[in-house]
């Protein structure tokens, strides 16, 4: 993914935004299904992990 860069007083033509909000709600999409994955492995992880009984 490149990079955008906005000088002061740049505006984008219709289609342009139409394209950048597309590209940036499909990168949302991507990075949220990650975030799942992630939290999905973490929670397997964790739950097999048993806590050690404290001996008094």
Same mark, same amino acid.
């Given at each position: 993914?490149? /990079?955008?860069? /906005?000088?002061? &007083?740049?505006?984008?033509?219709?289609?342009?935004?139409?394209?950048?909000?597309?590209?940036l709600?499909?990168?949302?999409k991507?990075?949220?299904?990650?975030?799942?994955?992630?939290?999905?492995?973490?929670?397997?992880? &964790? &739950?097999?992990?048993?806590?050690?009984?404290?001996?008094?």
């Amino acid at each position: 993914m490149g /990079f955008i860069k /906005f000088a002061k &007083g740049t505006s984008l033509s219709d289609k342009d935004r139409k394209a950048l909000q597309k590209l940036l709600t499909d990168e949302r999409k991507t990075l949220q299904a990650a975030v799942k994955e992630i939290d999905a492995a973490l929670k397997v992880v &964790g &739950g097999s992990k048993k806590k050690a009984k404290k001996k008094t």
